[in-house]
């Protein structure tokens, strides 16, 4: 019997490693042809490889989903090699973790330009081809931050919440046309602390994960069981975390 995934053709922002590369290997390996974006060409190139070579059809594109344009080539790409865009996944995603009164203003732009609107580009850039196809999948990948608000964690949450909303609101709107899923992850073993620039903040919360982190995978598992429902079918929101998680 052939999966409800195979040959869907689905866009992947943050694609060069964590839930992004998770996805890409698994979407795949389940007969998806994907289309994997992020800044670091090599490793794009490497999972395209990788996926290649296990059977599976992949593009890439180097771009920065700050830059509305690269959105707009992105979903290009998907058009140029395989005809059509059935998923779109807003996963690229960065965080910053002060108190407020230490004003990390840099900080809060880069979460509110990489979350918010990085994930609104993603939504613009795919819009008029779900309009015209008269389908697709909006999939904003969110965070447990945003359910349960906690000191330093103010403007990310923030940033969630806000594409939480969207999301919401994305999904009213659609009146079938498309659907729209969030996952919201708590602790997941990706490379994705490594960027927090508060020292102490980021060897914190990387101890907690080395604690309890769930893999990657997971996260890609919950996506895939979102996708391969039926199409009258939308699952909305989706929360995964560890079980030791508070």
Do not use: C
Not at 63 to 91: C, H, P, Q, S, Y
Not at 128 to 140: D, E, L, M, R, T
């Amino acid at each position: 019997m052939k999966s409800a995934i195979e040959d869907k053709v689905i866009v992947i922002t943050g694609a060069s490693s964590g839930i992004g590369e998770a996805m890409a290997d698994l979407l795949a390996a389940r007969g998806a042809k994907v289309v994997l974006g992020a800044r670091r060409a090599e490793r794009l190139k490497r999972i395209a490889n990788r996926i290649g070579e296990n059977g599976g059809q992949a593009a890439y594109m180097e771009m920065d989903v700050t830059r509305r344009e690269d959105l707009v080539k992105l979903t290009a790409v998907a058009i140029e090699n395989f005809g059509r865009l059935d998923v779109m996944i807003n996963n690229a995603g960065i965080s910053q973790l002060y108190r407020m009164e230490e004003l990390d203003l840099d900080g809060w732009e880069q979460m509110i330009d990489v979350n918010l609107k990085g994930t609104l580009y993603g939504i613009a850039a795919a819009m008029p081809i779900f309009k015209k196809q008269a389908s697709g999948h909006f999939i904003n990948i969110i965070s447990t931050a945003g359910i349960s608000i906690v000191p330093t964690m103010g403007v990310y949450a923030a940033t969630k919440n806000a594409v939480r909303t969207i999301s919401e609101a994305l999904r009213q709107e659609s009146e079938g046309r498309w659907r729209v899923t969030g996952i919201s992850p708590g602790y997941v073993s990706t490379e994705f602390v490594s960027n927090i620039k508060n020292e102490s903040m980021r060897t914190t919360i990387q101890k907690q994960a080395d604690q309890i982190a769930i893999p990657a995978s997971a996260i890609a598992q919950a996506v895939a069981y979102a996708i391969e429902q039926p199409d009258n079918v939308d699952v909305g929101d989706i929360v995964i975390r560890p079980t030791a998680q508070n």
